[in-house]
Every structure is written in structure tokens, then in C-alpha cells.
DNA sequence: GTGCACATGTAATGTGTTACATGATTAT
DNA sequence: ATAATCATGTAACACATTACATGTGCAC
């Protein structure tokens, strides 16, 4: 049971919307907002092995009789497309906001069409429970530093983290009730 | 010229505030605000002895005769304190601010005592100006999206992205001009 | 015909993670 | 006495990064 790495379920979620080669899967992360993941050929192309033997994608010759530039196009299989469900499904926990941050926004981001709205709404519920119940616990340290005689860059560093936590949160919420509201 | 790792840089940032153990630090990743980084003795042992081996650091044996809890002391040498105060005074580029974003804070946050408020000044406004296009460019990809004629889980979490940027954004104008005003 | 984008791959290296291991001291 | 905390360390493993390597098709 071993768990996967980001890498590995964002080559999934992107394989699930759209079957393609490695090469366009490098030009996503090198172009689109997914830039923090590495679009280095020596991280993707052996990530994509492994997804193989797993034999969680399948690789499919491209237009025959044959395509000159050997291009492997990849599509996730059902047992993919379970692994890829699963992962989406996890429950929040607090180690996730905390450490798994990105992780997690990409796990909503690929909830579309691959689980229902309500998976979703818990999503963003158990999200706004466990990062609201972090950023008090960051505001309790933030006051324990003490009423600042001069201004800290430390300090200021760190109010930038819990400032960037309630954006996150607010985010949630609108979202939420969005999610909710929005017929069918 | 190897570039060292976040955690290195953050074991000499701790170092300079305060000498101590090996143990003190991971229980600082363990409960502080750095909790992203791992306490895991596997990680802190060997990058302290990395660190030690370079000569950014030294061990002092503690209180004589003997610490029967053989505790190792670390404390910052002078290349040790170069290093750290040349890795703070790094510019910050487009490419830190989309994939070094949490290690950008932190070299915010060891400015003090280490370098001139100028330079923690600017550092705000070079963040301010590459995060700005940053946010510019994700919201051209933004409106490229489409009118979207339901929600999608993918556009929100992208969403989510821009705000917390945006945040940061706040942040750092608030910051630079609390830093600017305050005397001394 | 030269350079660039397409397309995939391997090898060396470093480092983080997990799990294991050891032993001393303090608290109950 | 015995459990928890203090304190440091190693070994196996997986993974990402960088650099290198190879070859095609197309545009100018």
C-alpha cells in the first residue's frame, strides 16, 4: 500500500481529462498554472513507467501504420481510474492543510466528473473545519510572540503565512455555498 | 557552487538565532510555524552533519565534565553566517515566486539582525513587482477559461490559487509600508 | 542546410522518508 | 519498575533533478 506521489496522481487527473503523450503532459506543467510540478524529462517519463506497471494507464501506438515520431499516447485504465477516485475521495485531515496544501487543490480540481457535487461539498466543509481550526491555532502563537516594539521581519513572515490561510478559507466558503446553490 | 536545500537554510537561520541540538531544532519543526519542514531524525542529523562538514557550523560539547545525554551544541561559524546572510540577499526572481514561494518567506523572515532594513525593503518591493505579473499572467488564463456555463471544481481550485497570490500581494504592500514608516 | 520544436529516454547524484536501533534520564 | 521523553544515529528505499543522449520533421 503504497502511497503515490503528487506527481503520480497529477499525471492521472490529467490522463483522465484528456489521453496524451508524455510530451504534452510536460508542456501542461512547463505552460499552465500546474508550473510547480517539474516538466523535466527525467522525472515524468519514469513516473509514467510506473504508472504502466501498475497498469493504471496503457500506452497506445498512435496512427498507423506508423507515426514516425513514436509518440506514446497514454489512457488511464479502470484500475486508474479507481486508484485516481480513491485518492480524490481521501478524508481532510489536518496533517493535509498543513503539509499537503497544493495536494489538496489539486484533488478538488480534478473532482469534476469523476465524483459527485456532495463529494465536493464535504470536500470544502472538512477543508474550512480543519484549516479554520489551524489558522486559531497560528493566532494563538501570533499572539504569544508578544506586542512587537519594532517590526520583525519574522513576524511579518508569518502573518503573511496566516493571512494567506484565511484567503484560502474564504475561498472555501464562497465556494461552498456556490457548489450548493448551483441546480443539477 | 551546489545549491543547498530549504532545510539546509533553515537549520543555518535557526542556528544564527540561537545556538542548540539537533533535538531542539526538530522540535521546533515538530511545533512552530515551520512545521513543513519534517522533524524526522533521519532528515535533521545528516543535513547537520552536511552543514558541519562544510564549516557553516560547529558542535561545542555542553556543560563539563560530561553531558550524560551527550547533547550536541550547534552554532553558526562565520562562513556559516556569509552564507546564510548571501542566500537571504539572493533577488528574487519570477521563478522563485511561482516555485519557492515558502522558502521566499523564509528568507524574509531571517532578515532581521542579518541585513540591512533596505534590503528587507527591497525584497518586498522586487516580490510585489514579479508576483504582481505573476497574478496578471494566471488571470489572463483565467478569462481563457471560458464563461463557465457550470461550476467546475477546476476553475474554482484555480481560483483558489489567484486569491491566495493575491493575498501575498496585500501582504507584502502593507508590509513595505509598515517597514518604510517605521523609524529607526 | 541549419536550427528549432517534437519526442523519448538513461545515468549520476543528492536528499527526504520511513523504519529501525540504542541508550540515558525523568516521571509515575 | 516501567513508561515516556530526551537524544542521536543508520540503512533501505523512492524520488526528483540535472545533464546527457538520440533521432525526426519542418520551416526558412
Known amino acids: 500500500m503504497k502511497r503515490q506521489s503528487s506527481l503520480e496522481f497529477a499525471l492521472l487527473g490529467l490522463l483522465q481529462q484528456q489521453a496524451q503523450s508524455g510530451y504534452d503532459l510536460r508542456k501542461t506543467f512547463a505552460t499552465t498554472a500546474m508550473r510547480h510540478f517539474s516538466d523535466s524529462p527525467g522525472s515524468i517519463y519514469p513516473a509514467l513507467r510506473r504508472l504502466e506497471e501498475r497498469r493504471w494507464i496503457t500506452a497506445e501506438s498512435p496512427a498507423l501504420p506508423v507515426d514516425p515520431r513514436r509518440r506514446r499516447v497514454f489512457r488511464l485504465t479502470a484500475a486508474g481510474r479507481e486508484t485516481l477516485v480513491a485518492r480524490i ?21 480534478f473532482m469534476d466528473g469523476n465524483v ?9 466543509t472538512d477543508f474550512e473545519r480543519e484549516l479554520g481550526g489551524y489558522v486559531e491555532e ?14 520583525h ?12 490561510f484565511e484567503a484560502q478559507l474564504e475561498w472555501a466558503r464562497r465556494s461552498r455555498a456556490l457548489l450548493a446553490e448551483e441546480p443539477r
Not at 153 to 164: N, R, W, Y
Open 153 to 164: 521581519t519574522g513576524v511579518l513572515a508569518f502573518q503573511s503565512g496566516i493571512e494567506g
Open 89 to 109: 475521495s481521501l478524508p481532510v485531515t489536518r496533517q493535509d492543510v498543513i503539509w499537503q496544501l497544493p495536494e489538496l487543490m489539486l484533488r478538488f480540481a
Open 138 to 151: 497560528l493566532r494563538g502563537q501570533w499572539e504569544q510572540m508578544g506586542s512587537l516594539v519594532s517590526i
Open 116 to 124: 459527485p457535487r456532495a463529494t465536493a461539498i464535504r470536500f470544502l
